[in-house]
């Protein structure tokens, strides 16, 4: 009833990546209505190299992530099993291989286990051949080890009892039965010449016992027990102190379990999730306690390690008292990159929610607080730097460097790249520090100059931006925010988008910048990138297909012929051939023109609508039949006909229908800042045959004009939101001004919407 | 003519008799007073009996059990068990009441969901029959805030569990949201006998600027609809609990129960910023966590003032039937800050005609 979750966990950031990753490949390429940035996942710049940490540190698998430590506990297979089989191979001078050795502890029926003891027991009993084909069973038979299959036996028998259960199960533990394994256990144990098998008989009676609820005897038991072994050190030890420390957590002891649990932490890697997670202290005075049992520093500083890998904890402060305690503790370097993540997530990120595109033209302003812990950080990291103590002071000088390219000290920043870069033996590091200063040499770039692109060209290729993938995007991103400010929006364009990004909904200035550019006698590398073909041609024709289409989109006829003049005639046919002149009542996009329609390709377009015009206008005979004509094939350029390819580069089916709700023409894209639009302007097709009905003679020419100017009446209202009433004018005029028409007739047959109109 | 006006004679007398009908069942309509439980240990106090009893609370809805997916296998799985006493008072009526999270809904299939209706009425039953004190139930309630998209999952398995309860005449109910209560269109309606209109948790939580979550009399009125017009009959649940905001660096962190302002007044770690606003000012442990030197702490709760008036608000908009008035929830913290009196106001208030 109460919200109580509020951290989302590893797993499900992982799953709606996946989900993200998927909905790519099924959504299309641009159009992905409603979602329609869920495709970037961009989250800001990252230059930090987490192999910089050594990865035996108990924290350092989590170093990404370590918040969904428990959820990565629970689905990681279970780490105890390998670990147990490797000592088990190791205290038997490896004579057997895991997997053997695996099947006899964990997975042999009992009747084999039996079958091997008997052999043991009796020479004339010999196992089966399949049993002594494993390593582990033919060694136990031969170096006759009567006490290890006594326990591989003893602990089948305890199996039922310790194993995970259904959740749903509720059966009640079977107490009595666990008592009595509990006793034979005990007596068994003294008997015992092994005391490596003690111990494991140990493990076996002392988890019964914790697993019983039966706190008090399991600690009974531990003391017992514990002092009769006299074993070379096991993972098993730690095992055992982990069933202590949850008897007294159950005794409510909990100052003594966490203590427990943080040597446990430190020393065994197959527990160590479970003692983070069991780890408990709840008071100052607990704390303290706690502290108090602590046997030197660097087991207090430990208590401060486990407390700083909590969720949310506010690492600056628990590093510091590390340093006090154990300034050589190697766990502060694992929690300083992990505090230089955070503050990379502020500093150098946007916000998820938001979109790549809206960062590209103007980046978030960083919280107030992020720049007041970067700041606080660096302090903490300047005096260790300098004093000497840590364990990687190269790395505490890197770190100190970054803090000050995050704080906006780029001059500082490159003085303590500079120094550190001087004396690191550490390859990794050095390569860290290199990454830092490129990082840095872009984030100061103020001016661009043809030499400057030329040499940033050459970036590309260093290996730096292979180690630092985000070196990239940092670059380009810089460079689209110089070219923005310099006055060139068409290359501030290019270096993040294609081109055909521009044709869904074309930008005139970003075109008339890149003609400029394909114009520019010298292009630099980057500008070549933009503009010119493998093949070593530029795109400029394509940009003046795509100007002058947007200019015929935009009613600009004669604009849009003068801009398609620049394409030289002979390749005038390479962009398309279309008629929209074709008439056609019920409208069908995809529907192919007859073979026997003549086609034009868009020039040859451009200059039919202005003749057409002229004569319409010169000619009183012929006006009405050719601003019918013209009305028809405007109405075909648009969104609404089978020409529409004329005036646009891509057609979504489903754009009306969002139309219809959001009263635009202008959609949003997930990979272009610019959206895409839909040709929805059907004004100077009405025109046409508005012109056309008012100087029509004949009647039939009037009333089909009045018919296609009501399927522009209609479409008008549909795309522009619905934020007025239906009309109906020309319905209307058709009915009362031409019912006596043969196309009246045709319609009412053909056009069912009409006939309801004229019949109510 | 004549027809036509009979017709609407007709009408018009239909609608005099509805409307009689209503205020007759408005005047004799009973608000019957109920609390949650909703920890992992049942068993009353001297003071909550007292309580209990005083104010005859004679139905506990009792959160017998979470269910969530497991971690390891993403599967349904029961968590944090009710320990239930072994004995009860005999007059009063307890309601099993399961929390199951939406993810739930959101991963399984067809048949799990069949198969997951099956256990939680199974270990419900078995709940009941092991405990040995609980009376064979009349009610069970489900929790789930469920979306758009957990709908249909949520809803096959609610009709699935009222299966095995209508053959031994159990009611079955669920909590409603008020969005889900405001705009029933969109989120559908549960295929269940009863709902209960959780009248709390209204505010941004996440939002430092809050002033109080849990209820507030603005974001109340935004959230208000026509609730005798919802097509189940509905229940209503009203807050009394209170809480502690935990920020850090200006995130949301944690939420603390039952905090109070009398644990922030020690002024070496704590210093009080404005009215139910704290900054930590030393680091320190508070109820079991560690809070850092800087956090903020937005303290939230219920007055008996606050919750008259927005029970006001609520009153009109109610169906005129019985129901019951339960509070969120039982602990010897919450209620000693709504004494006999409070609790009887509240009654009052929706019991005057």
Redo the contacts between chains.
């Keep these: ?4 979750n ?1 951290s989302s966990s590893f ?1 499900r950031h992982l799953r709606f990546s996946l989900l993200v990753s998927l909905l790519l490949l099924v959504l299309p390429l641009r159009h992905v209505n409603g979602c329609i940035f869920l495709g970037d996942e961009f989250e800001g710049y990252s230059f930090l190299d987490i192999s910089l940490i050594d990865d035996k540190l108990p924290f350092a698998p989590y170093l990404v992530s370590f918040a969904s430590i ?2 990565a506990y ?2 990681k297979a279970d780490l105890r099993r390998p670990s147990n089989v490797e000592e088990w191979s190791e205290r038997h001078c490896r004579k057997a291989s895991t997997d053997d050795i695996a099947y006899l502890v964990y997975h042999a029926p009992v009747r084999q286990l039996q079958e091997l003891k008997r052999g043991v027991l009796s020479k004339k009993d010999k196992p089966g051949f399949t049993l002594l084909q494993n390593a582990f069973a033919r060694f136990i038979y031969e170096e006759q080890c009567l006490e290890t299959i006594d326990y591989l036996l003893f602990a089948r028998a305890c199996q039922p009892h310790v194993v995970e259960r259904d ?2 199960d ?1 059966t009640p533990k079977d107490i009595p039965a666990m008592q009595e394994l509990i006793n034979q256990g005990k007596a068994l144990f003294l008997r015992l010449e092994s005391h490596y098998i003690r111990l494991r008989y140990a493990y076996q009676i002392i988890r019964l016992a914790h697993y019983m609820g039966d706190y008090q005897q399991t600690l009974e038991l531990y003391d017992y027990l514990m002092p009769k072994i006299d074993a070379d050190p096991s993972i098993l030890d730690s095992w055992i102190l982990g069933h202590k420390a949850g008897a007294l957590m159950g005794l409510g002891q909990n100052v003594e379990a966490s203590y427990l649990y943080s040597l446990i932490f430190e020393d065994s890697p197959s527990r160590r999730e479970s003692a983070w997670l069991s780890f408990r ?4 005075e ?2 303290e306690a706690c502290l108090a049992l602590c046997l030197n520093d660097r087991q207090r500083a430990g208590l401060h390690v486990l ?1 700083a890998h ?1 969720t ?3 690492l600056l ?1 628990e590093m510091q008292h590390i340093y006090d305690l154990d300034p050589g503790n190697p766990n502060l370097e694992l929690l300083l990159v992990r505090e230089l993540q955070r503050l990379e997530k502020e500093l150098m990120s946007v916000s998820p929610k938001s979109d790549r595109h809206i960062h590209r033209q103007s980046p978030p302003k960083p ?1 107030d ?2 720049g007041k ?1 970067a700041v606080e950080l660096l302090a903490f990291v300047k005096n260790c730097s300098t004093a000497g103590k840590v364990t990687q002071p190269g790395l505490w000088q890197m770190a100190q460097g970054y803090l000050e390219m995050l704080t906006g000290d780029f001059y500082f920043a490159a003085r303590t790249l500079e120094a550190a870069s001087g004396d690191l033996s550490d390859p990794k590091l050095r390569q860290q520090v290199q990454g830092l200063q490129k990082a840095l040499e872009i984030q100061q770039i103020s001016t661009l100059s043809d030499s400057l692109e030329r040499e940033i060209a050459g970036w590309y290729n260093d290996e730096l931006f292979e180690a630092f993938p985000d070196l990239e995007p940092l670059l380009e991103d810089k460079l689209a925010r110089l070219y923005r400010e310099s006055g060139h929006p068409g290359k501030a364009f290019r270096i993040h988008y294609p081109l055909r990004a521009l044709k869904w909904n074309p930008d005139l200035a970003i075109v008339e910048d890149l003609i400029a550019l394909c114009n520019k006698d010298r292009l630099t590398p980057l500008e070549k990138k933009m503009v010119v073909r493998d093949d070593g041609s530029t795109i400029i024709n394509d940009l003046y297909d795509l100007k002058a289409s947007a200019l015929l989109a935009r009613g600009q006829v004669e604009a849009a012929r003068e801009t398609w003049k620049n394409i030289e005639r002979s390749r005038w046919d390479d962009y398309g051939a279309f008629n929209p002149f074709v008439e056609r009542l019920k409208p069908c996009i995809d529907c192919p023109l007859p073979d026997s329609v003549t086609t034009f390709n868009k020039g040859e377009i451009m200059e039919r609508l202005i003749r057409m015009e002229y004569d319409a206008k010169a000619d009183p005979e012929q006006s009405a039949s050719l601003f019918y004509k013209l009305g028809i094939a405007w109405l075909n350029m648009s969104y609404f006909g089978h020409a529409w390819e004329v005036m646009d580069f891509d057609r979504n089916g489903g754009s009306l229908d969002w139309a219809s709700t959001r009263g635009s023409n202008i959609f949003p894209a997930y990979n272009s800042p610019l959206g895409y639009i839909e040709n929805f302007d059907l004004s100077k097709a009405q025109d046409f045959f508005n012109r056309s009905m008012k100087l029509a003679k004949n009647p039939e020419l009037a009333a089909r004009a009045a018919f296609m100017g009501a399927f522009c009446e209609q479409q008008v209202f549909y795309t522009s939101g619905k934020k007025y009433p239906m009309t109906y004018n020309y319905f209307e005029k058709i009915k009362t001004e031409y019912r006596n028409t043969d196309f009246c007739d045709y319609i009412i047959e053909e056009c069912k919407y009409f006939s309801y109109y004229f019949n109510r | 003519m004549r027809s036509g006006g009979a017709l609407l004679a007709g009408s018009v007398m239909c609608l005099w008799l509805c409307a009689a009908a209503c205020y007759r069942d408005h005047s004799t309509a009973a608000v019957l007073p109920a609390v ?1 439980h ?1 920890k992992t240990v049942f068993s009353p106090d001297s003071t909550e009996q007292v309580w209990l009893r005083e104010n005859e609370m004679r139905r506990v809805y009792v959160k017998f059990f979470d269910v969530d997916l ?3 296998e993403d599967l349904p ?3 944090a068990s009710v320990v239930l006493p072994a004995q009860l008072s005999p007059d009063t009526d307890y309601v099993p009441c399961v ?1 199951i999270t939406n993810r739930v809904f959101s991963r399984i299939g067809e048949t799990e969901i069949d198969e997951l209706a099956t ?1 939680v009425w ?2 419900m039953l ?2 009941v029959e ?1 405990s040995g004190a609980l009376p064979f139930p009349r009610e069970i309630q489900i ?1 789930c805030d469920w979306t758009g998209s957990t709908r249909e999952a949520y809803f096959r398995f609610l009709a699935q569990l009222r299966k095995n309860l209508t053959t031994r005449n159990i009611q079955l109910s669920v ?1 409603i949201r008020l969005h889900q209560a405001k705009f029933p269109e969109e989120t559908g309606i549960p295929p269940v006998d009863r709902g209960m209109l ?1 009248f709390y ?1 209204i505010g941004n ?2 939002d430092l600027t809050t002033s109080n979550s849990i209820l507030n009399r603005s974001a109340a009125e935004q959230y208000l609809s026509d609730y005798s017009n919802y097509p189940l009959p509905l229940d209503l649940a009203l807050p009394i609990f209170r809480w502690g905001v935990l920020f ?8 603390i129960n039952n905090l109070e302002a009398a644990a922030l007044s020690d002024t070496t770690f704590f210093r009080k910023d404005a009215p139910h606003r704290y900054t930590v000012q030393k ?3 508070l ?4 809070l ?3 956090d903020q702490l937005r303290l939230e709760g219920i007055r008996t003032d606050l919750l008259l008036d927005v029970a006001a608000l609520i009153k009109p908009r109610l169906a005129p039937d019985s129901f019951h008035l339960a509070f ?2 039982l602990d010897p913290e919450t209620i000693k800050d709504f004494p006999h009196d409070s609790i009887q106001l509240l009654l009052q208030l929706f019991e005057t005609p």
């Design positions: 009833m109460i919200p109580s509020f797993s428990a959820n629970y689905r959740f749903w509720d202290i709840t008071t100052d607990e704390w407390r909590g949310d904890s506010r402060e919280r607080i992020a812990r | 949650y909703w497991d971690a390891r799985t029961p968590r929390f256990r199974d270990k078995r709940m092991q929790d909590t959780m948790n939580l996440s850090r660096d200006e995130k949301l962190i944690r939420l680091s320190t442990y109820e079991g966590y560690y850092y030197s800087g969120y929830h």
